[in-house]
């Protein structure tokens, strides 16, 4: 790999897509949730429309070693740097190849100090392992949000027994509820079904959320008409698993998971609360679970939010964190300013 580290800051979505396949490769060699990938971010920048798209790519030689997916957008009187994908996505963070990541982050902090059309940084939602926790940014890091994660066992029956007593009698109930409708089927969405799929999880999503009196963030077109776009990639490339639970003709649940490597992403869900009786959000859960258990996965992230059923898996809270800066602060740039790594 060359030694020298070539920067370029790309304004416009077709830029974008023309990396797609150099961006998708950095995306294997480092640490990364779906929230990073093409497939999820060109699919935001497509149904958002951002107007300043400001990504800083950083190079050495051909290959793609560093990505910074940012943007600018007024609020009040500032101008905000930001992470692109913002709202929708759990998890916000750069790209950066892990053999060289002290010079990638360094030079792309050389690049966020030229630009000049911002007036304060605002990165939010970032994960506990984010490469800016490592830098000294992380001073000025404070808590944004809590998501919740379990890690998983090896076998089904771990699983039960890590839950509670009260939590192991809701699964056997809830199963015993279902088979005396005459069973349940868990169903899988492919190529061909996604559409469906995503018609169910949006109708029961608003049903859950109607309630408490509330829309939810599906009412918004933008949102829908991003899901209907990046699901068909999303599971293409392996990352998307969407589950839905029938019996007979009626759906009862839906929910939406990445696969990420060795993490589930529980990212949205919905039932239908005429059914409520039969607990179908637990009886599905408890299936996604024991699918991510027989697929090798180590830890089930159940995302922001605090809803009560996340205490009810036993999951552990998980802070992501926010970095704020004014743009007559100082952004560090020299590399002895850089917490080494």
């Known amino acids: 790999m060359s030694s020298e580290l070539h920067t370029r800051v790309l304004t416009q979505s077709a830029e974008?897509?023309?990396?797609?396949?150099?961006?998708?490769g950095l995306c294997d060699r480092c640490r990364v949730t779906p929230f990073q990938r093409p497939e999820w971010i060109l699919s935001w920048v497509d149904?958002?429309?951002?107007?300043?798209?400001?990504?800083?790519?950083?190079?050495s030689g051909g290959t793609l070693v560093g990505l910074a997916p940012l943007l600018i957008y007024p609020r009040g009187e500032d101008r905000v740097l930001a992470f692109m994908g913002?709202?929708?996505?759990?998890?916000?963070?750069?790209?950066?190849?892990?053999?060289?990541?002290?010079?990638?982050?360094?030079?792309?902090?050389?690049?966020?100090?030229?630009?000049?059309?911002?007036?304060?940084?605002?990165?939010?939602?970032?994960?506990?392992?984010?490469?800016?926790?490592r830098t000294s940014l992380t001073r000025l890091a404070?808590?944004?949000?809590?998501?919740?994660?379990?890690l998983l066992p090896k076998t089904r029956e771990e699983l039960l027994q890590h839950?509670?007593?009260?939590?192991?009698?809701?699964?056997?109930?809830?199963?015993s509820r279902i088979q005396r409708e005459g069973g349940g089927v868990i169903e899988l969405a492919t190529a061909d079904t996604v559409p469906e799929f995503l018609d169910d999880l949006f109708r029961l999503h608003a049903s859950r959320w109607s309630l408490s009196g509330q829309s939810g963030v599906?009412?918004?077109?933008?949102?829908?008409?991003?899901?209907?776009?990046s699901a068909p990639g999303l599971l293409a490339r392996g990352l998307l698993?969407?589950?839905?639970?029938?019996?007979?003709?009626?759906?009862?649940?839906?929910?939406?998971?990445?696969?990420?490597?060795?993490?589930?992403?529980?990212?949205?869900?919905?039932?239908?609360?005429?059914?409520?009786?039969?607990?179908p959000g637990t009886n599905l859960m408890f299936s996604v679970m024991e699918d991510a258990i027989r697929s090798?996965?180590?830890?089930?992230?159940?995302?922001?939010g605090q809803e009560v059923y996340k205490r009810h898996w036993r999951a552990e809270i998980e802070a992501t964190h926010r970095i704020q800066l004014a743009r007559s602060e100082t952004v560090p740039a020299a590399p002895e300013e850089l917490v080494a790594v």
Not at 16 to 24: E, G, P, Q
Not at 114 to 132: C, I, K, M, N, R
Not at 296 to 304: A, M, N
């Open 47 to 59: 149904a958002f429309s951002p107007q300043s798209i400001r990504v800083i790519e950083v190079r």
């Open 296 to 304: 090798g996965i180590s830890k089930f992230d159940l995302l922001r």
């Open 16 to 24: 974008l897509r023309d990396i797609a396949t150099d961006w998708d």
């Open 218 to 229: 599906l009412a918004d077109e933008n949102v829908k008409a991003f899901h209907r776009q």
């Open 142 to 150: 404070t808590q944004h949000d809590n998501c919740s994660a379990l």
């Open 241 to 279: 698993r969407l589950y839905r639970l029938r019996v007979g003709r009626h759906v009862l649940s839906v929910i939406y998971t990445l696969f990420e490597r060795t993490t589930v992403f529980c990212y949205m869900q919905g039932y239908d609360p005429e059914f409520g009786h039969l607990s």
């Open 86 to 133: 913002g709202g929708i996505s759990d998890y916000l963070d750069l790209l950066v190849d892990p053999q060289r990541e002290h010079e990638i982050v360094v030079a792309i902090l050389d690049v966020l100090r030229q630009l000049d059309e911002w007036t304060t940084l605002d990165l939010t939602d970032l994960p506990a392992g984010s490469v800016l926790h």
């Open 163 to 175: 839950l509670s007593k009260r939590q192991r009698a809701n699964v056997r109930n809830a199963r």
